[in-house]
Nanobody
Framework: QVQLIESGGGLVQSGGSLRLSCVVS????????MNWYRQAPGKERENVAV????????AYADSVKGRFTISKDNAKNTFYLQMNSLRPEDTAIYYC??????????WGQGTQVTVSS
């Protein structure tokens, strides 16, 4: 079982930055993956960033590439999403996700990010 606690959302002006955090607790393994998803009103949930626990492989959705960065701090059992050059279209509820052993999905509670124009 894995528990995730998110923080860091808020309201920011276009061009601004925010950092989201996701604290991970519970039983994990080196084969796990950490993800950030977002869901805007009326749209499907989108996977915006992924990082592997073992080798720090990362990948990004085209919509955020070059602006968002996923990272982790093993000592704090936390992974992050640094969001720069934010745009109004980035407005959504952001969820952290932990995929355990390639099979089990655990979700954070979600945090609202609102970007004003």
């Amino acid at each position: 079982q894995v528990q995730l606690i998110e923080s860091g959302g808020g309201l920011v002006q276009s061009g601004g930055s925010l950092r989201l955090s996701c604290v991970v607790s519970g039983s994990t393994s080196s084969s796990d993956m950490m993800n950030w998803y977002r869901q805007a009103p009326g749209k499907e949930r989108e996977n915006v960033a992924v990082m592997s626990v073992s080798n720090s492989y990362t990948a990004y959705a085209d919509s955020v590439k070059g602006r968002f960065t996923i990272s982790k701090d093993n000592a704090k059992n936390t992974f992050y999403l640094q969001m720069n050059s934010l745009r109004p279209e980035d407005t959504a509820i952001y969820y952290c996700n932990y995929r355990l052993r390639g099979t089990f999905n655990f979700w954070g509670q979600g945090t609202q990010v609102t970007v004003s124009s």
